[in-house]
T-cell receptor
């Protein structure tokens, strides 16, 4: 089954404790992206990656890091989480750049709470 | 999740009615638009898309209309069903980058049996 998977689905942590949220897709997509979703603010892009070893900042990158060492994986790293990073996070992937197909497939979400 | 629906405009309809959800987009240079559906506790799911060289596109029970003059998108759902209850987002692809999507805030659709 074609899908985007995220782990963990739920995470409660404390301020300053490094964490990683994993994202994996099995559709051989080149493009991957991370979003956060907050009430009243909608979906905002954190980082995206056009291909392996290519990453770029989205609209709200502060406090986050990403890496793209393999095509299928795009982990989101919070080196020192803070309470304002409490949110619902979504990973998404999209087919080959240049084809004009921009539909993004979303994972199930990770609900993060930082106390 | 459940908190996604807070602060959103809400459209309440009866089962069988036609629903129209509206969206104003921000960038007149955007050339691609998508509607997504998000059910409680799930990620957004693609419904239908439209390119800027079109003004209407139809899918199964859904139609998207694009009015570039006023930067407006609408999603029409025919014969709305309780399973259509969800938050609906429009997204635009502005010219700043391939696959970069800017999402609207969303509209919650509630369908009563």
């Amino acid at each position: 089954e074609a899908q985007v998977t995220q782990n963990p689905r739920y995470l409660i942590t404390v301020t300053g404790k490094k964490l990683t949220v994993t994202c994996s897709q099995n559709m051989n997509h080149e493009y991957m992206s991370w979003y956060r979703q907050d009430p009243g603010l909608g979906l905002r892009q954190i980082y995206y990656s056009m291909n392996v070893e290519v990453t770029d900042k989205g609209d709200v990158p502060e406090g986050y890091k990403v890496s793209r060492k393999e095509k299928r994986n795009f982990p989101l790293i919070l080196e020192s989480p803070s309470p304002n990073q409490t949110s619902l996070y979504f990973c998404a992937s999209s087919p080959t750049p240049g084809t004009g197909v921009n539909e993004q497939y979303f994972g199930p979400g990770t609900r993060l709470t930082v106390t | 999740g459940e908190s996604v629906g807070l602060h959103l405009p809400t459209l309440s309809v009866q089962e069988g009615d036609n629903s129209i959800i509206n969206c104003a987009y921000s960038n007149s240079a955007s050339d691609y638009f998508i509607w997504y559906k998000q059910e409680s506790g799930k990620g957004p799911q693609f419904i239908i898309d439209i390119r800027s060289n079109m003004d209407k596109r139809q899918g199964q029970r859904v139609t998207v209309l694009l009015n570039k003059t006023v930067k407006h998108l609408s999603l029409q759902i025919a014969a709305t069903q309780p399973g259509d209850s969800a938050v609906y987002f429009c997204a635009e692809n502005p010219p700043k980058g391939y696959s970069t999507l800017t999402f609207g805030k969303g509209t919650m659709l509630l369908v009563s049996p």
